[in-house]
Nanobody
Framework: QVQLVESGGGLVQVGGSLRLSCAGSGRTFSRYAVGWFRQAPGKEREFVGAISWGGIGTYSESVKGRFTISKDNAKNAVYLQMNSLEPEDTAVYYC???????????????????WGQGTQVTVSS
């Protein structure tokens, strides 16, 4: 079964940290780019960052310097380390994989064809 499963969300205070995980099956992350997106209530889904099949990370300006994406090809997992969390980071976070091997990451969620179910991150002030 081809699927992505996120985990690691939760409630954290301002300035705290969380690490989200995205476990993949049926799509090998050593060959596919993976993106992280988030969606807050009443807002559109927005790009957070992505990691290329080769392991290069790119980030939105709003999280650059605070969030880091990494991956473990042996575990077929991608991680989103979130530090210095702010209330504005509160959202459901999704990981998504591109549909063709060796494609570059993309900031457009429409360019990803496989999505996880999402995990809630709540930052309290």
């Amino acid at each position: 079964q081809v699927q992505l499963v996120e985990s690691g969300g939760g409630l954290v205070q301002v300035g705290g940290s969380l690490r989200l995980s995205c476990a993949g099956s049926g799509r090998t992350f050593s060959r596919y780019a993976v993106g992280w997106f988030r969606q807050a209530p009443g807002k559109e889904r927005e790009f957070v960052g992505a990691i290329s099949w080769g392991g290069i990370g790119t980030y939105s300006e709003s999280v650059k310097g605070r969030f880091t994406i990494s991956k473990d090809n042996a575990k077929n997992a991608v991680y989103l380390q979130m530090n210095s969390l702010e209330p504005e980071d509160t959202a459901v976070y999704y990981c998504a994989a591109r549909g063709k091997a060796f494609e570059r990451p993309n900031t457009n969620p429409g360019e990803y064809d496989l999505w996880g179910q999402g995990t809630q991150v709540t930052v309290s002030s």
